[in-house]
């Protein structure tokens, strides 16, 4: 993998939500590079280690990055609004975007940014995006096909649907209009939706998330259990991954 360490200015900081924020980098040695699913780890001043954020687009030199304030890494990374050191970009060869020429895309709260770039790339796309309340969606209006899934039910205009994404995904995979399905979010999600998608005979990747430290397949940090040739073995998100396929994880 071929990845560059730079420092990039942020050109823009802008909110999405009370905890969400939506930054956009400009770095025109890496944006040409970026694949959808690879993500940059990036430099938080006054903590160690690195952060890793998936890539929400690339464009005109530029990468993309939205994310939530979980901990303290995060708030900091929300404050800053002159230049970040990132490493970039990382991870295998992300969705194949260039196998396919359809999918659904499946986004689980702060998974859905990747699945924007994804979009990008795709001639036809449905997108299917689970959030626990109308509070937390983020991206509706970006995404085409769309529904949205809240657990309260609490988004219910003409894209909204009362429960998980099972149901909608269900009735895409039942119209046999796409090739594959690709998905990030929550692990119970990826889990229904490798299920879903293994009933109906489509391919499905997954993009999975563990703690990081170096991002480059070095500290062995990152172990997920994946299967190949019928055996369980470790594999590395950051250098395997983030992107699998559904049948080769153990979730
Ligand atoms: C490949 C990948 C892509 C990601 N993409 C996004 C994204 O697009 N948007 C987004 O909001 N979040 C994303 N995350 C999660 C994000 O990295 C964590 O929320 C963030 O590192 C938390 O840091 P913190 O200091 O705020 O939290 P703290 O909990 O204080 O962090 C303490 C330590 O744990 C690590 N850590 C905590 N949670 C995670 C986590 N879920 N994944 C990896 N390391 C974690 C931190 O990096 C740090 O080293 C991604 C994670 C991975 C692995
Ligand atoms: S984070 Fe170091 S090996 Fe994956």
Redesign the pocket.
Known sequence: MEFFQKRCDIVINRQLSDT?YDIWLRCPEIYRMAKPGQ?VNIA?PG??????????EAAEERLR?????????????SQITDNIDIIAP??NRGFEVDKYKSAVLVGGG??T??LKFAQNKLEKSAAVLGFRSKENVIMADEFRNVTICTDDGSYLNYSGHHGNISEPLEKLLASGEYEAVFA?GPKPMLKAVVNLAEKYNTPCEV???????C?VGACLG?ACKTVKDGSEIYSH??KD??VFDGKAVIL
């Open positions: 969400v993500f938080v903590f160690f280690l690195r952060r890793p954020i998936s890539i929400c990055l939205v994310f939530e304030v979980r901990g303290a890494g995060t708030k900091a990374l990382l991870g702060i998974g940014p990747p990030c993009s999975l998330e563990e703690r990081m430290a991002g990152c998100v950051c991954g983030p």
